[in-house]
């Protein structure tokens, strides 16, 4: 059951948010006060509470002075800031200072109940994280990454051969470490190697290696890959940019186990589990002739699919705080984590660039905030799959016109506004392709505004 603190110096407000938290199924602590609260936080610090509410303006310690105090024992902690009194000052102090949200009093009732769920969820969701760790430098607690590490615990103590796939960005080489530092040679070498980043006519040479006065500039006997990865794990990245010549000696490599060098007349034993990746569709590549059938099921005896980040969302908030602490560190500021509306314009965003677009967005990110807290306008997404052509929206039916003057009036004007609003609220969702963020801006609303409205109308 999620732990709540409620603090407050109005008994009323204190009575009101027990009621509805606890008719939601929290436990429910309440303080009239910052210290009482500071002292309940602190009695137990291996039992923490999973989410503070507190108000801004109380007597003694305000809120934002027991945000402070908060965050320095539980920086982890989500504070959620309510006030009676909107200030932007104050909400601009709270966000820097680490605040999970800002809600202006009156709130609505769904308003606060969504954001309450949402920190719990994250710091439920961190905790349950931290305790399963990190898998071989690999981020993810999501259904799909837990099926692939355990798939790659199954598979690594054997020597079958393992084609990782998916779409640039996902991680492949991640996994194909994981499998080495999983099996029985994990202390042998690791060896990996792009297939595409080296021009084709080294590329032979590369991999079987070649000996002296094999060519023009071969000074000297050169180990290739698969000597240098000899008793260990060769990895083959970018797999399905290879010639046919080239697959026709992986594929002898694979059978016999032997390779012979460039210029030399003699075989080569090798003892080399085989791990390769590709970006392509093989599958295809091989219905064009351009990929050995043979030489594809050689490579494939244990397919691993890595999914693109769009089909593991619950993995984005993980992943950020890990980037988070990276590149606070190696940029040297202290950008401690992100406001739940940045957190919320990621979990909308696609990646087409996959897990290394987002790594990209959080440095830019941390690069560019000037507070402890990476805010939306810190966030840089690409446009390609947003860009709404203004003149595809003209002839959208907007209005459901009345017949007659005597139809309008009898509606009234709530009635015809909320269809109104319902409707520029629907088509700017479409034009945006479903992303709120985009939606907003069309509308010239707040993000925050679109989302309580979204919310409300019920409209997905």
Request: glycine share 6%; charged share 30%; proline share 5%.
């Amino acid at each position: 059951m999620p732990r709540i603190l409620i603090v407050d110096d109005e008994l009323s407000m204190r009575d009101f948010l027990k009621i509805l938290f606890d008719n939601e199924g929290y436990e429910v602590t309440v303080a009239p006060d910052a210290a009482q609260a500071l002292d309940l936080a602190v009695k137990d610090p291996h039992d923490p509470f999973d989410v503070v509410i507190t108000d801004i303006r109380m007597p003694g310690m305000n809120g934002l002075e027991l945000l402070t105090e908060l965050k320095q024992r539980f920086p982890d902690l989500p504070v959620v800031m309510i006030t009676a009194y909107a200030s932007p000052d104050d909400a601009v102090q709270a966000m820097k200072q680490g605040a999970f949200d800002y809600l202006t009093k009156p709130f609505h009732v769904d308003e606060i109940k969504n954001v309450i769920r949402t920190a719990v969820q994250r710091k439920t969701s961190a905790k349950r994280n931290e305790e399963q760790g990190v898998f071989s430098g690999i981020i993810g607690s999501s259904p799909e990454m837990l099926r692939i590490f355990d798939l790659i615990r199954r598979v690594a103590p054997t020597p079958a051969s393992v084609l990782i796939y998916g779409e640039s960005g996902t991680g492949k080489e991640l996994v194909a470490k994981a499998l080495h530092e999983h099996s029985n040679v994990s202390s042998k070498p690791f060896v990996p190697i792009t297939c595409s980043a080296i021009p084709e006519s080294l590329l032979e040479s590369e991999l079987f290696g070649h000996v002296k006065g094999a060519f023009t500039g071969a000074v000297a006997n050169k180990p290739g890959l698969f000597q240098q990865a000899d008793s260990g794990t060769a990895f083959l990245d970018e797999i399905g940019e290879l010639t046919p010549i080239i697959q026709t000696k992986l594929l002898r490599v694979l059978q016999e186990r032997e390779f012979m060098p460039v210029g030399s007349t003699k075989t080569k034993q090798v003892n080399v589990r085989i791990v390769s990746a590709t970006n392509r569709n093989l599958e295809d590549e091989i219905m064009e002739k351009r990929f050995r059938e043979d030489l594809f099921y050689r490579l494939a005896v244990v397919p691993i699919r890595v999914p693109p980040l769009r089909e593991r969302k619950g993995d984005v908030p993980l992943l950020v705080d890990y980037f988070l602490k990276k590149y606070s560190k190696l940029l040297g500021k202290e950008v401690q984590t992100i406001s739940s509306y940045g957190l919320e314009v990621l979990m909308e965003y696609n990646f087409p660039g996959n897990v290394r677009e987002l790594e990209n967005i959080i440095e830019r990110g941390v690069a560019l905030e000037a507070s402890n807290i990476i805010l939306p306008e810190s966030l840089i997404l690409s446009r390609k799959e947003d860009t709404v052509t203004v003149n595809e929206q003209k002839n959208s039916p907007l209005f459901v016109g009345a017949q007659d003057e005597q139809e309008l009036f009898s509606r009234g004007l709530e009635d015809i506004l909320l269809e109104l609003e319902t409707k520029m609220i629907k088509h700017a969702l479409d034009a945006a392709k479903g992303s709120k963020m985009r939606a907003a801006e069309l509308l010239k609303i707040s993000f925050r505004s679109l989302r309580y409205k979204t919310k409300k109308y019920e409209i997905d």
